[in-house]
């Protein structure tokens, strides 16, 4: 029996970093996504820092504006506020 053991970043990445590369590879601004998803981009603005959450609605949001699905946005909010919180 192989035991695997499961490694964390130390390293909190908030999940809007990897939107803006989602962003920057479609060529995509931060002003047509907020008109996609009819949000403001003050919001979207939090949410790339990581000082706005990416909630599972806005993850349904997300999936429909970019096409990444919504899972992989809530998974990468769960690892990011996961790793905050093992942070001393």
């Known amino acids: 029996m192989t035991h695997r053991k499961e490694s964390h970043s130390d390293l909190p990445i908030p999940p809007g970093e990897y939107l803006e590369e989602v962003l920057c590879e479609s060529g995509m601004t931060q002003d047509e996504l ?8 003050s919001i979207l603005n939090a ?9 599972p609605n806005m993850a349904r949001r997300l999936e429909k504006a970019i096409g990444v699905p919504a899972h992989i946005w809530t998974g990468l909010e769960t690892e990011y506020q996961s790793t905050l919180n093992r942070l001393p």
Do not use: D, K, L, Y
């Not at 907020?34 to 981009?41: H, K, L, W």
């Open 34 to 41: 907020s008109r996609r998803m009819n949000c403001r981009v």
């Open 47 to 55: 949410i790339f820092t990581g000082a706005e959450a990416i909630t």
